[in-house]
């Protein structure tokens, strides 16, 4: 337990839903970030989150949308996935900027139909 | 592109140490060497992190040349619950959010 929770586990969509993944801290951290991870592939950070402000998007496609209420909640907003879209989605969070250790959640499983 | 080289595999006998090569000849003054693991099916889990000198916590210690050229990281009396895949990450103080994750070595620690 690591103190960060994601929603669903696991989901199963068509290319022509709208879904969205919430994640869910508990450290009182500052700084949140989504992570994708496909088969065979490493971990590929989407967006960070500092003090609920976006401050870095990874070139990722605008099908993903990520959102970030206040410090505690991130949110990604899924619409018109493609297949290859079928990836482990990870949540983080950070105290703050520098050297501060992320703590993951265990993830969502994603499968787009 | 991450900037660590490990190996893709490797195995240990359960209560042996564990030894975990990674070198990042590139290493820069203002970077850290972090370590994180994976579980299979799990997000990964920070295991420790140093600038140059070595560090010890109740998971693991880690070793880290004078040149900073390469780092071991260590787990002293590894257990099946310890087979995970391991990586090694450099990362910048400055700014620096930013987790790239290589392929990692993927650990088995065999009964």
């Known amino acids: 337990e690591t103190g960060v929770t994601q929603t669903p586990r696991h989901l199963v969509m068509g290319m022509t839903n709208k879904k969205s993944l919430k994640c869910e801290q508990h450290?009182?951290?500052?700084?949140m970030y989504w992570y994708k991870q496909s088969a065979k592939k490493p971990l590929e950070l989407m967006f960070v989150?500092?003090?609920?402000?976006?401050?870095e998007n990874n070139s990722v496609p605008s099908r993903f949308s990520p959102e970030c209420p206040n410090s505690s909640h991130l949110f990604l907003h899924l619409h018109t996935l493609q297949p290859e879209d079928s990836a482990l989605y990870l949540c983080?969070?950070?105290?703050?900027?520098?050297?501060?250790?992320?703590?993951f959640g265990p993830g969502t499983r994603l499968t787009v139909l | 592109d991450a900037k660590t080289t490990q190996p893709t595999s490797m195995d240990c006998a359960e209560g042996r140490a564990a030894n975990l090569p990674c070198n990042h000849s590139?290493?820069?003054?203002?970077?850290?060497v972090y370590w994180y693991r994976q579980i299979h099916s799990q997000g990964p889990q920070y295991i420790i992190h140093?600038?140059?000198n070595n560090e010890t916590n109740e998971m693991a210690s880690l070793i880290i040349t004078e040149d900073r050229k390469s780092s071991t990281l260590i787990l002293p009396h590894a257990t099946l619950r310890d087979t995970a895949v391991y990586y090694c990450?450099?990362?910048?103080?400055?700014?620096?959010?930013?987790?790239?994750f290589g392929q990692g070595t993927r650990l088995t620690i065999n009964p």
């Open positions: 983080a969070s950070s105290l703050g900027q520098g050297v501060d250790e992320q703590f």
């Open positions: 450290l009182g951290h500052n700084a």
């Open positions: 989150y500092s003090l609920e402000e976006r401050v």
């Open positions: 590139t290493i820069s003054g203002n970077e850290y």
């Open positions: 140093g600038l140059k």
């Open positions: 990450i450099v990362r910048d103080v400055q700014g620096a959010q930013k987790l790239v």
